[in-house]
């Protein structure tokens, strides 16, 4: 449920009601995880509305704290901060027990949990630390738009140094994993200029032509499908225009702006808006994906949060953990198949 003073225990219910026919059939079976306080005054503060989610069949409450708090909503504290922590560490605990098959994160403010001690840039590098693996990678997908990338938070004068050959690489190969499971066979991906104009020539930047172009080219003698480095200013209009099915971009406003604008829906009269989409995590040893806004303290506790968000990141979990299941297997009867042949050709 992430921050317990955000909107995470209000999302999480509602995206809970969102999913009831599903749960109703014995479809899937959703833990909240994270403060069971808040999950109350959420329940209270929206006059019972959203008192029929801990209800469902399939729902359960996990509270991660010793003693329950009262968190006072919109407001930072290191203790929220804390449980922002737990609730993660506990997911991770229940997927390696085999009693989830992914996790989905509300947000967490990160000012509080460094308040609590915990100094991680977000979710993606705690669940990196708490699953003991490489940093893991950032990409945003909503529909037909999928952004990985090679950097995330790191100040913009660290990129140039952070664009390697083996970083590159790396991301690249997850992006294809995560398109293969999301049920794209063939993946197709451009990779993000660095430099304005890919550097051109060396005039603007040199890391198009040292680094980039030649890890691609040799991704491409590797079998992958890669095209770049392709400028920054025209690669998501190709990719929105259907001539790819990811791009890798190398900086965090570099896949974050084009991302945003493509995932607001703004009320022309209002001048409000809401943001879709969903933050997935690769390189870890298990389904992760996240709302891709923040814990809204201006409107925690209100009863005016908007749950699409949560409802896509579950239902893109869902479509991970079948894509990946699916993978797996298909690997296994190859392997079978080869191992067949191999045995057939010793006889």
């Not at 952070?162 to 995560?178: F, H």
Request: hydrophobic content about 45%; proline content about 5%.
């Amino acid at each position: 449920m992430g921050d317990p003073a955000g909107i995470g225990p209000e999302i999480s219910l509602r995206a809970a009601l969102t999913f009831k026919e599903r749960l109703i059939a014995g479809e899937l079976k959703l833990l909240l995880v994270g403060s069971s306080a808040a999950v109350s005054r959420s329940e209270e503060l929206n006059y019972g509305a959203l008192r029929g989610a801990i209800h469902l069949p399939g729902v359960r409450i996990i509270g991660v704290e010793e003693e329950p708090h009262s968190h006072a909503f919109g407001q930072l504290s290191a203790a929220a901060g804390e449980v922002a922590y737990r609730a993660a560490e506990a997911c991770v605990g229940l997927v390696r027990s085999g009693a989830a098959d992914g996790i989905v994160t509300a947000p967490l403010n990160k000012e509080a949990l460094f308040l609590a001690g915990r100094r991680f840039a977000g979710y993606t590098d705690m669940l990196a630390y708490l699953t003991g693996s490489q940093q893991a990678v950032m990409m945003l997908a909503h529909g037909p738009v999928r952004i990985s990338h090679v950097t995330t938070h790191v100040a913009l004068s660290e990129v140039p140094k952070l664009v390697t050959p083996e970083r590159l690489e790396r991301v690249v190969r997850l992006t294809a994993d995560a398109l293969r499971a999301f049920g794209i066979k063939h993946p197709r991906i451009a990779v993000a200029a660095l430099n304005p104009h890919a550097g051109e020539g060396g005039n603007f930047g040199i890391e198009d032509d040292l680094v980039i172009r030649p890890t691609i080219d040799a991704l491409c003698t590797a079998g992958l499908d890669v095209d770049g480095p392709v400028p920054g200013d025209t690669v998501f209009v190709k990719h929105v225009g259907g001539q790819y099915d990811a791009v890798v971009a190398m900086y965090h406003d570099q896949g974050h702006i084009p991302f945003k604008l493509l995932g607001f829906k703004i009320d022309p009269a209002s001048g409000k808006w809401d943001l879709h989409g969903t933050n997935i995590s690769l390189g870890l040893p298990l389904v992760r994906t996240s709302v891709d806004h923040g814990t809204a303290f201006d409107i925690a506790g209100s009863g005016t949060a908007n749950a699409d968000s949560m409802v896509e990141a579950i239902e893109v979990a869902l479509k991970l953990i079948r894509g990946r299941e699916r993978v797996e297997d298909q690997s296994e009867a190859e392997k079978a198949k080869r191992e067949s042949k191999l045995k057939g050709e010793r006889q």
